[in-house]
């Protein structure tokens, strides 16, 4: 059965009219979903119970398994999270003055091996969905007391976001869409190692902000830290 948390607002609107439903109602679906992070249909009170049940019958509402949470003296929460398939993968909570973001990750392992980083020695095991993305963001959340928000996204987790670009920009529209998350742009970052004609795209389909990790101002010292500066060198890096 589809997850409903996979699917952007223009889906929705198709999911429902094939259920013979009207469009509009999708953007109250949508703001459930992504505003309200329901786990179930039958949170959705404004809707009639005869929509809820189509609903019901025809998608699913993915709930995140926490595996392992440690916390560390200065607030910071580190979650393990299994998915459906098992795989496991980590968001972290980073407290800081007013701010209090999230590190989330966008694929399970990462393929670009980086000398410095466990995820990468560990290698690829695949690209996180848009529901997978959405629900640190709900997890993570959820853990919090009554008044504290989410106010900062990074994706800065496992994976490389700009390898999984079509979920990570559905992700980014999502947190970004007043009905759906409603982070202000300038309020999510996507962190790169430099993926260089992805982050020319971004910057045309997004305003979030992009930071780019160097490690390195030299491409002999980049290349051995950070292998993918062999493919996207610090001179056409820079560039983009
Ligand atoms: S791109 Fe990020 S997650 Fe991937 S290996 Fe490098 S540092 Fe690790």
């Given at each position: 059965?589809q ?35 329901a ?14 049940e ?7 509402i ?5 595996i ?77 007391s009554?008044g504290?928000?989410?106010?900062n ?50 910057s ?37």
């Amino acid at each position: 059965m589809q997850n409903i948390k996979d699917l952007t607002l223009s889906e929705i609107e198709q999911g429902l009219a094939s259920l013979g439903e009207k469009p509009y109602k999708a953007l109250q679906v949508f703001a459930w979903v992504f505003h309200g992070g329901a786990g179930s249909f039958d949170e959705m009170t404004n809707l009639s119970k005869e929509l809820r049940e189509k609903l019901k019958a025809s998608f699913c509402i993915s709930r995140p398994k926490i595996i392992v949470k440690q916390e560390s003296k200065d607030g910071t929460k580190k979650l393990l999270l299994e998915l459906e398939d098992k795989n496991r993968i980590e968001c972290v909570l980073i407290p800081e003055g007013n701010r209090l973001t999230l590190c989330v990750s966008s694929q399970a392992g990462c393929p670009l091996d980086c000398a410095f980083c466990v995820t990468g020695s560990g290698g690829f095991v695949r690209d996180l969905k848009l529901s997978e993305m959405a629900d640190q963001v709900f997890v993570a959340q959820s853990l919090l007391s009554h008044g504290q928000k989410i106010t900062n996204l990074v994706l800065m987790g496992m994976g490389e976001p700009l390898l999984n670009y079509d979920e990570v920009i559905k992700f980014l529209n999502i947190a970004t869409h007043q009905k759906g998350m409603g982070f202000a742009p300038k309020r999510v970052t996507v962190s790169t190692s430099g993926i260089v004609p992805m982050i020319e795209r971004l910057s045309k389909e997004t305003k979030v902000n992009l930071a780019v990790s160097l490690n390195a101002t030299t491409d002999e010292i980049r290349s051995r830290l950070m292998p993918i500066n062999k493919k996207y060198p610090l001179k056409i890096l820079l560039d983009a």
